[in-house]
C-alpha cells in the first residue's frame, strides 16, 4: 500500500441517471485498489449510491473527511454524470482540509446520448470548477478535459497528483534540522525562519559543539562497529586513510542521525567547514550521503532553504537528491555547465561507483587528516531535475525556481563530486538567478519532476515561482 490516502467525492445530478454515479463510484474505489492508494469514501449506505448531491450529502462527507483529516493528503472529485456543483464545493469547503484537490469528468459516448446514458459531465466540470474558483478552493485540473476512468490517463494523473500531495502535506510538516551555524563567508545562506514558518516549515536549531560533544564522548559500541562495516561497504576507501578517521565519521554520523530522529526532522542542513575539521577531526560528507541514502536529505553549509529544496525534490521524485554548486562554464558551450561539491551526495545519486577519502580544497588548507569523509565521483549520465527555494526576506515571501535537463557524460577532469549539466537556455537561467538574487546552491535529482513542483509550490504553497523551460 502506498503512503497516500484520498478524500473521493462522487459527484451526482438528479435528473440524470444516478447508477452513473454507482458505477464510477465502483470504478474509481477498484482503481485505487489496484494502484495501491488508500481512500476515504461515503458509503453506498450514507448516501444514495455513495454519492454527494444535496446539502444533506455535503454535510455527511465533510464530516466524514473531518474525522479523517489526519489520513487525507488530497482529494479527488469524480463526476460520472453532470453532477451537482454546490453539493461538492460544500463538501470541500465545509471539511476545510486545505488539501490538493483533483477534478476528473466522465467521457459521453456519442452513440449513447438518450436520457439514460448521457453524461454531460463535460459541461459539468465547467460549472464545479467556477464555483471551486468562487470560494477559492485550489484545484488540479486533468490532463484533458473528459476521460474514462478506467483510462490509462486517469491513472497517470492520480500518479501525478499523488506526488503534488506528498509533496505540498510535507512541507507544510517539515522539520528542518540547523547544525551549527552558517560559515562567516557564506552570507548566500542567511535566510527566514519567520517566512519558512507560514509555510508550515519548522527549523530545529542545535550549536554544533553539542554535537562534536556527543561525538567525541562516544565509545566504540557495537552500535559504531556495526556504522563502521556499512561505511565499508557504501563506498571505495583507499588504503591511506587511517581507521581512526573512519571510526570518528561512524560517530559523527550516529550522533546526527540520533538527532535527527528524536527531533522528528525530515532534513537538515550542517556547518560542514571549518569547524567540524578543527574541532573533530573528520567531513561531515559521508553522514550527509548516508542520510540522505536514508530518505533524511542533508544539505551543505548550514543552508536551510537547500535541504528544502531537496527534500520536496526528494518527495516529488521518491528517490534521493543531491546538492551542487552552479559551479564552472563547460568550455564555449553555453548550455552546458559543471557542478561540483565535494561532496555529500548519496550513492544512489551518483549511479556509479565512488571513492570515499579526503576533502581536496579544504584538505590542502585545514590538512588531509582531518579531512575524511569526500564521496568522489563523476555523476552518471542520465535525466536531471532541479530546484532552488529560497526566502526573499526584503519582499517578505518565499521563492523558488525549478527545471529539467541531464548529466551528460561530457569529460571533466575536477576532484570532489562532479556533474556536468546541460540546460536548455542555461543562459537566460543563470541570468535569472543572478537578477533575482538566489544562492549559488542548487538541489538536483534524476529524474523529471519539475511539474510535479510547479503544481505543488506554485498553486498549493502559493510561492513565487520560476519554472525554466
Not at 255 to 274: D, L
Not at 387 to 410: C, H, V
Not at 439 to 467: C, P, Q
Request: proline share 3%.
Amino acid at each position: 500500500m502506498k503512503d497516500i490516502n484520498f478524500g473521493i467525492i462522487v459527484g451526482s445530478r438528479g435528473f440524470f441517471n444516478p447508477k452513473l454515479a454507482q458505477e464510477g463510484r465502483k470504478e474509481v474505489l477498484a482503481k485505487l485498489d489496484e494502484m495501491g492508494y488508500g481512500y476515504i469514501a461515503l458509503s453506498e449506505q450514507d448516501t444514495q449510491y455513495g454519492a454527494v448531491e444535496t446539502a444533506e450529502d455535503a454535510i455527511k462527507c465533510a464530516k466524514l473527511f473531518r474525522e479523517n483529516y489526519e489520513k487525507i493528503d488530497g482529494i479527488i472529485v469524480i463526476l460520472p454524470n453532470f453532477s451537482d456543483e454546490i453539493g461538492i464545493v460544500n463538501t470541500i469547503d465545509q471539511a476545510k482540509l486545505d488539501v490538493p484537490v483533483l477534478i476528473q469528468a466522465s467521457d459521453d459516448d456519442t452513440d449513447k446520448m438518450d436520457i439514460e446514458s448521457r453524461r454531460d459531465s463535460f459541461c459539468g466540470k465547467l460549472s464545479v470548477c467556477n464555483n471551486l474558483y468562487q470560494y477559492g478552493i485550489k484545484f488540479s485540473n486533468t490532463s484533458t478535459h473528459t476521460y474514462p476512468i478506467n483510462s490509462k490517463e486517469f491513472s497517470d494523473d492520480i500518479d501525478h497528483f499523488a506526488k503534488v500531495c506528498k509533496v505540498v502535506k510535507g512541507v507544510k510538516t517539515a522539520r528542518i534540522a540547523q547544525i551549527g551555524t552558517r560559515p562567516a563567508a557564506f552570507q548566500t545562506v542567511r535566510y527566514s525562519e519567520k517566512l519558512l514558518q507560514e509555510s508550515g516549515v519548522t527549523v530545529i536549531p542545535v550549536d554544533l559543539s553539542e554535537i562534536i560533544g556527543q561525538a567525541n564522548a562516544m565509545k566504540e559500541t557495537k552500535a559504531v562497529k556495526d556504522r563502521l562495516l556499512e561505511i565499508k561497504a557504501y563506498g571505495s576507501i583507499p588504503d591511506y586513510i587511517k581507521e581512526e578517521n573512519i571510526v570518528k565519521s561512524a560517530k559523527l554520523g550516529l550522533i546526527v542521525e540520533n538527532f535527527i530522529s528524536e527531533n522528528k526532522c525530515v532534513a537538515g542542513a550542517i556547518q560542514c567547514w571549518s569547524s567540524i575539521q578543527e574541532n573533530y577531526g573528520c567531513a561531515s560528507c559521508l553522514p550527509m550521503s548516508m542520510l540522505g541514502e536514508k530518505g533524511i536529505p542533508m544539505a551543505c553549509e548550514t543552508d536551510i532553504t537547500g535541504a528544502l529544496s531537496m527534500y520536496a525534490l526528494k518527495l516529488a521524485s521518491g528517490s534521493p537528491s543531491g546538492y551542487l554548486d552552479w559551479n564552472n562554464n563547460y568550455m564555449e558551450d553555453r548550455n552546458k555547465c559543471i557542478n561540483i561539491h565535494c561532496s555529500n551526495y548519496p550513492k544512489s545519486f551518483i549511479g556509479t561507483d565512488f571513492e570515499i577519502s579526503n576533502l581536496d580544497i579544504l584538505g590542502s588548507s585545514l590538512g588531509f587528516d582531518v579531512c575524511f569523509g569526500a564521496c568522489k565521483a563523476n555523476i552518471a549520465a542520465g535525466k536531471m531535475t532541479f530546484a532552488k527555494i529560497s526566502t526573499d526576506d526584503n519582499k517578505g515571501k518565499i521563492r523558488a525556481y525549478f527545471g529539467e535537463g541531464e548529466f551528460t557524460d561530457d569529460p571533466v577532469d575536477s576532484p570532489g563530486g562532479v556533474a556536468v549539466c546541460s540546460v536548455g537556455k542555461l543562459q537566460e537561467l543563470l541570468d535569472y538567478i543572478c537578477q533575482n538574487g538566489f544562492e549559488h546552491h542548487v538541489s538536483m535529482n534524476r529524474t523529471s519532476a519539475a511539474s510535479i513542483l510547479n503544481e505543488a509550490f506554485g498553486k498549493y504553497l502559493e510561492w513565487d515561482i520560476y519554472w525554466h523551460k
